[in-house]
């Protein structure tokens, strides 16, 4: 059974920093596109940023220059890494991947930014 477990959530203040971890496990062979997606209350999940394997990177337009995403690839980590937070930011983050062609979610980390 595969299992994305997401940590390092937490309430900051804006303008501070916070980095997330996504453990993939279980009965793994390969791991395709890995990425970050983010709901606020009332609000649809929408992607953050996205990685291929081979380190391909695409960011949301909000996030740029802001959030860093990372993979490491021999220990099946996703990270993302968040600078000069908003209180816009604020969501549950999900960690998302296509392993073995088949699509797979975590159960989502809070990241709260209080202004």
């Known amino acids: 059974q595969v299992q994305l477990v997401e940590s390092g959530g937490g309430l900051v203040q804006a303008g501070g920093s916070l980095r997330l971890s996504c453990a993939a496990s279980?009965?793994?062979?390969?791991?395709?596109?890995m990425g970050w997606f983010r709901q606020a209350p009332g609000k649809q999940r929408e992607l953050v940023a996205r990685?291929?394997?081979?380190?391909?990177?695409i960011y949301a337009s909000s996030v740029k220059g802001r959030f860093t995403i990372s993979r490491d690839n021999a220990k099946n980590m996703l990270y993302l890494q968040m600078s000069s937070l908003k209180p816009e930011d604020t969501a549950v983050y999900y960690c998302?991947?296509?392993?073995?062609?088949?699509?797979?979610w975590g159960q989502g980390t809070q990241v709260t930014v209080s202004s």
């Open positions: 990685i291929t394997s081979g380190g391909f990177t």
């Open positions: 279980g009965s793994i062979y390969s791991i395709n596109v």
């Open positions: 998302n991947a296509v392993i073995d062609e088949r699509n797979y």
